[in-house]
C-alpha cells in the first residue's frame, strides 16, 4: 500500500487539542508535505530532528512544505517535548504504540529476547545494544563524529547562543572556537547538544517514555507532492540514523 494511504487511514491524536484525527487531514493544499514518523519522543532521533527543523525553519517555510509528524507515547510527552524543542503543538500527533511503524514495515530495533526478562527488560537490554552499535549500523561513527567534530558540517552554534544541561555548566557557542575555529561542526559541539537532550529526557522520563515497550522502534521520513505521489523516503536502521546524510540531515527537501 502506498505509504500515503497509510497515513490517510491511521487515526492518531492531535497533541494541540487532543482531536483523534488522520495525519494528513486539513493538508490537502500543501505543494509538498513531510511526514515524520519518530520513534519514542523521548528518542535522540525525535530531539535532534526536530532542533535541526526549528533550526531550518525558515527553509522549509520559503520552500512552502507543510510538516506533520507523529511520535510513540502519549499528549503529556507530546506537549512535554513541543514545550522544549519548539516544534509546534498542532504539527505533532501521538501514538501509544508503534502500530503505523509496523504498517509501514519500519524498523523494529534489535529484539533479542532473554528467558525470564519481561517485555520492559528485554527492551532495556536492547537499547543498551544498540547503543552499543548492534543490530544498530552507523550508531558508533555518529557518536563519535559528535565528539571529534566534521569539517564537511556546518557550524551548530552562534557564538551568543548558551546550552545548558544538568551536568555541566552553562556553555556559550564562542567556547567551541577554542576547540578549533567557527564555520564547521567543531569538537564536542554536537555531543553537547545531545548530552542537553539526554539530561531533558532524563529528568522527565515517565514523562516522555510512559511505555519502554517500544525503546528501539525506529522511525521513518517520507515527502509526497500535492497528489499523494512519495518523491523522498528513508528508513532509519538503527539510533541516530534518522538522515542519509546526518552532516546536513535536511538538505535533500530543499533539492526536490
Not at 209 to 223: D, H, S
Not at 243 to 255: E, G, I, S
Request: glycine share 10%; aromatic share 12%; hydrophobic share 40%.
Amino acid at each position: 500500500m502506498n505509504p500515503y494511504a497509510i497515513f490517510n487511514q491511521t487515526q492518531c491524536q492531535r497533541v494541540s487539542d487532543g482531536a483523534i484525527m488522520p495525519l494528513v487531514k486539513g493538508c490537502e493544499s500543501a505543494t509538498r508535505l513531510l511526514l515524520l514518523v519518530w520513534p519514542q519522543l523521548g528518542d535522540f532521533d525525535s530531539l535532534e530532528y526536530a532542533w535541526w527543523l526549528q533550526k531550518e525553519a525558515k527553509q522549509f517555510q520559503d520552500e512552502g512544505i507543510i510538516i506533520r509528524a507523529v511520535g510513540i507515547g502519549d499528549r503529556s510527552s507530546g506537549k512535554r517535548f513541543c514545550g522544549y524543542t519548539g516544534f509546534p503543538y498542532d504539527w505533532l500527533f501521538v501514538s501509544p504504540s508503534a502500530q503505523l511503524h509496523h504498517q509501514l514495515d519500519l524498523y523494529p530495533g534489535l529484539s533479542l529476547k532473554v528467558s525470564g526478562f519481561s517485555t520492559t527488560l528485554n527492551a532495556y537490554l536492547n537499547l543498551l545494544l544498540m547503543c552499543a552499535g548492534i543490530g544498530s549500523p552507523g550508531t558508533l561513527a555518529e557518536v563519535f563524529r559528535g565528539y571529534w567534530g566534521d569539517h564537511q558540517a556546518p557550524q551548530l552554534l552562534d557564538d551568543q547562543e548558551v546550552v545548558r544541561t544538568l551536568l555541566l555548566p552553562p556553555i556559550k557557542g564562542s567556547f567551541f572556537k577554542l576547540a578549533g575555529g567557527k564555520g564547521f561542526q567543531r569538537p564536542f559541539e554536537l555531543a553537547t547538544l545531545r548530552l542537553r537532550n539526554m539530561t531533558e529526557v532524563l529528568s522527565h522520563w515517565n514523562t516522555y517514555v510512559p511505555n519502554a515497550a517500544y525503546l528501539t522502534q525506529r522511525g521513518g521520513t517520507f515527502l509526497f507532492d500535492s497528489q499523494g505521489k512519495l518523491l523522498y523516503e528513508h528508513r532509519a536502521q538503527g539510533l541516530l540514523g534518522f538522515a542519509k546524510d546526518m552532516r546536513r540531515p535536511l538538505h535533500q527537501f530543499y533539492q526536490n
